[in-house]
């Protein structure tokens, strides 16, 4: 729950590293970093008690534990929290290596992190102790591995990661009060999301949960492309922005909409095709209700995708109480009217109905938000961006529509349709989603990169 909270703080602290150094304040950088990292620890320390006082009442009294599993959900509990404990301390030492734009770096310790994680899996797999518990500590220890990684590349490479022994009140205070604004966005999240878990939990028990929690897994596995992919141009959006530069920040927010939403297609639509055959292979017994789950999540991504450099370029400008305040109660919302909903019809998927519904909402707050910091109409973000995207979606689909209907469940059905799905959103991205100017770059890259080829 509480790792949301940390993605939205990650966010913020970016964003005051990146101003200050597309200014070029290097005094200011590690008044900023050290500020962040003060900040932090002294969240940290808060979301321990609070954690440990409500999380325990919570866990005992209301979750649907089975009795004897009760005490792998404390140790599981524990762990988590002490988990998020130290990924908070590492967020300013994560937060510079990006906003230094420091990717290699960035992929070389994302690397090891998954390795570790893939032995985890295989320690799971061969331990005689509980496996739940097994796989919290051990995630535990990862995070503390990847802590010290980041801790150790910071100091050997940015002198402004020193600790300023001297606390600048002025600095905390402004930091706080973004920050403060950033964590509302992130709990306001976090209740939407274990609020619908719950929700369903009270409706339809632990399989539905499970069918959820599949979906969900998916969903983060395609996200995590674009993530990365954004992570890379979000250092860039902030230093446009903080150098007055708002032509080449419209210029980076519309790239990034749409690459982003081209990116996370390109993996999607295979799966909302083939979703069936997918989870047969995966699972020996698939929930019901995961097939709709996973569709219903992927499109709420593609949403996501396009929204989220509009949200780095509100974030730039540091004015976010009055859009964090109206997109947390838009995100809240979600969890009243589902409990309504399945009050009236028992359908585990409307509650993602709901959610789709109100990310369309938001989405439309965030582009007349956005566009009065870039100084533009909405209509060009949606004839530049969502028109551009959507005619191609649309017809990459009809495609692999058309070839699922023509050809019988099988393996070679599942290999066609992702192989036409994948090429036809590549050429039609290509052809139109990308202006002039982007297909000559790319041109122009595909050529160098043959030269190099032929070269070697």
Request: charged share 15%.
């Amino acid at each position: 729950m509480f790792s949301v909270i940390s993605a939205g703080l990650s966010s913020a602290t970016q964003r005051f590293l990146s101003f200050y150094l597309g200014k070029g304040d290097m005094s200011g950088l590690n008044k900023t970093f050290s500020s962040c990292v003060y900040i932090f620890i002294a969240l940290s320390l808060l979301i321990i008690i609070i954690a440990e006082i409500c999380g325990i009442w919570f866990l005992e009294n209301k979750l649907t534990i089975p009795e004897e599993r009760l005490y792998a959900a404390h140790w599981v509990f524990h762990l988590s929290l002490l988990t998020l404990t130290i990924s908070l301390i590492s967020t300013p030492y994560n937060a510079l290596i990006v906003a230094h734009e420091k990717m290699k770096a960035f992929a070389y310790i994302s690397i090891v992190e998954a390795v570790a994680k893939l032995a985890i899996a295989y320690m799971i797999y061969v331990t005689s102790f509980d496996k739940l518990i097994v796989y919290a500590a051990l995630l535990c220890g990862v995070q503390l591995f990847i802590r010290f990684l980041y801790n150790i590349y910071c100091n050997r490479h940015f002198p402004e990661s020193t600790l300023n022994k001297h606390i600048d009140r002025v600095k905390i205070k402004e930091i706080y009060s973004f920050t403060g604004w950033s964590v509302l966005g992130g709990i306001s999240y976090m209740g939407r999301t274990q609020g619908l878990n719950i929700i369903l939990n009270i409706f339809f028990g632990s399989i539905v949960n499970a069918a959820r929690g599949i979906s969900v897994q998916i969903q983060g596995a395609i996200n995590g492309f674009v993530s990365n992919f954004q992570m890379a141009l979000n250092p860039q959006i902030v230093k446009t922005y903080s150098q007055n530069d708002l032509l080449s920040m419209r210029k980076l927010v519309y790239r990034s909409s749409k690459f982003s939403f081209c990116l996370l297609f390109f993996f999607a639509l295979p799966i909302m095709m083939e979703t069936e055959c997918i989870l047969s292979v995966w699972l020996k017994a698939t929930p019901e209700h995961t097939a709709n789950f996973i569709r219903l999540l992927l499109v709420i991504s593609m949403i996501d995708a396009i929204s989220n450099p509009l949200v780095r370029s509100i974030e730039a400008s540091g004015k976010i109480k009055m859009y964090q305040i109206i997109c947390s109660i838009l995100m809240l919302c979600v969890i009243p009217l589902s409990y309504v909903a399945l009050k009236i019809h028992a359908i585990p998927e409307l509650v993602y109905w709901i959610s789709l519904a109100f990310y369309l909402i938001t989405l439309q707050y965030r582009i007349c938000l956005s566009c009065k910091i870039l100084e533009c109409k909405p209509m060009d973000f949606y004839r530049n961006v969502i028109l551009k995207v959507l005619t191609m979606s649309s017809l990459s689909f009809a495609v692999s529509l058309c070839l699922s209907f023509c050809l019988e469940p099988s393996f070679l059905r599942f290999f066609i349709v992702c192989i036409i799905s994948m090429v036809s959103t590549l050429v039609l991205s290509f052809c139109i989603v990308m202006d002039k100017n982007e297909r000559q770059a790319i041109l122009k890259n595909v050529k160098r990169l043959k030269t190099n080829t032929h070269g070697s």
